[in-house]
Nanobody, 117 residues
């Protein structure tokens, strides 16, 4: 299973970015997809998840109302739309694949998001 995250970069506070994660090697539409992030010197934290059908999403309180997760099962891709970005959103963002929103067995390599103030 391979997960390839992309779309990171440098953005000013208040701006937007959309991350993508392309998956291969397993039946994408059968699995929950999640996004996590790890800021410098900190632990990796849950950002949000989306069920296999796209019908259920969960978000961390810190991103609720600003970030949106979506998926296109025909393209084997999950997205993270990030709006109203803040400097504290600066982190390496990882996508992950799992059976449920609370357990993931495959991880992507991460893409760096830097939000300048």
């Amino acid at each position: 299973v391979q997960l390839q995250a992309s779309g990171g970069g440098l953005v000013q506070a208040g701006g937007s970015l959309r991350l993508s994660c392309a998956a291969s090697g397993r039946t994408f539409s059968s699995y929950t997809m999640g996004w996590f992030r790890q800021a410098p010197g900190k632990e990796r934290k849950f950002v949000g998840s989306i069920s296999w059908s796209g019908g259920t999403t969960y978000y961390a309180d810190s991103v609720k109302g600003r970030f949106t997760i979506s998926r296109d099962n025909a393209k084997n891709t999950v997205y993270l739309q990030m709006n109203s970005l803040k400097p504290e959103d600066t982190a390496v963002y990882y996508c992950a694949s799992g059976v449920t929103a609370w357990g993931y067995d495959y991880w992507g390599q991460g893409t760096l998001v830097t939000v300048s103030s």
